[in-house]
């Protein structure tokens, strides 16, 4: 009966012990979903991106001890700690740190002085092994924010289809057979307050500006206000394409 009962314990105590690692190992890629979430709305991009940002994905090795983030502009990487807590320490080389924990099946990154707390899940549709860091993010953004039929309304094409597809392909637009939407970083302060995408053919092409509202997307040519000299800065300038979502 004693042999039993230790036998008994020591099973639960061994379950526990395996069990527990697993509840709180943060390892794998994690997304900015409820980024993803509140741009598919239909409301401005970047509106909604800091709104629930600034990081847009983290990849984290535990065994490694490595963990990395990008916010759509740089790559940080650190180096991953565990702390008696439960929860992750992300230390950053020259930089603050973060802290990481799993909240069920969601990662939470706390606040900090710097950042506000931030939510992170599991991409539902995984980018191609190998793929840069951000990848995942964006095959979710885009599928959210752009995936699905949209008519030409008015612009060259009128009355085609255009497909967005979630690897950066795009169909049915004229002169463009790739796109790319601006997170963060240069495009973004570049063209101010404005949306901004990069439309290309044949591996060549050009910011545009954009305006989302509900199941109308409007791309207008971008003018650059700047002087030669300076820094472009891009406002909207005659619409090109007025598409609307099917």
């Known amino acids: 009966m004693r042999k039993a009962l230790a036998l008994s314990l020591g099973a639960l105590i061994?379950?526990?012990?395996?069990?527990?690692?697993?509840d709180?190992?943060?390892?794998?890629t994690w997304i900015n979903q409820v980024a993803i979430d509140a741009a598919a709305k239909g409301g401005p991009l970047r509106e909604a991106l800091q709104g629930y940002g600034p990081n847009l994905e983290w990849d984290v090795n535990t065994r490694a001890g490595q963990a990395r983030y990008t916010n759509g502009f740089e790559n940080v990487e650190g180096k991953v700690l565990a702390e008696e807590s439960g929860a992750w320490k992300v230390d950053f080389y020259g930089s603050s740190a973060s802290e990481l924990k799993r909240d069920g099946k969601q990662l939470l990154q706390e606040a900090n002085d710097n950042e506000p707390e931030q939510v992170f899940d599991r991409p539902k549709d995984p980018a191609p092994e190998g793929a840069p860091l951000g990848a995942n993010f964006e095959r979710a953004l885009y599928s959210a924010y752009l995936g699905g039929e949209w008519k030409i309304v008015n612009g060259p094409g009128e009355g085609g289809t255009v497909l967005f597809q979630a690897n950066g392909q795009i169909m049915g637009l004229p002169g463009a057979d790739r796109y790319a939407l601006c997170l963060a970083g240069d495009c973004a302060s570049m063209s101010g307050g404005?949306?901004?995408?990069?439309?290309?053919?044949?591996?060549?092409?050009?910011?545009?500006?954009?305006?989302?509202?509900?199941?109308?997307l409007e791309i207008f040519q971008p003018i650059n206000t700047a002087q030669a000299d300076e820094v472009p800065s891009l406002t909207p300038g005659t619409r090109q394409w007025l598409l609307e979502k099917q």
Do not use: M
């Open 14 to 22: 061994l379950g526990g012990c395996a069990s527990d690692p697993a």
């Open 24 to 28: 709180r190992d943060i390892s794998g």
């Open 194 to 216: 404005y949306d901004s995408l990069w439309l290309q053919l044949n591996g060549q092409g050009n910011p545009w500006i954009f305006a989302r509202d509900g199941k109308k």
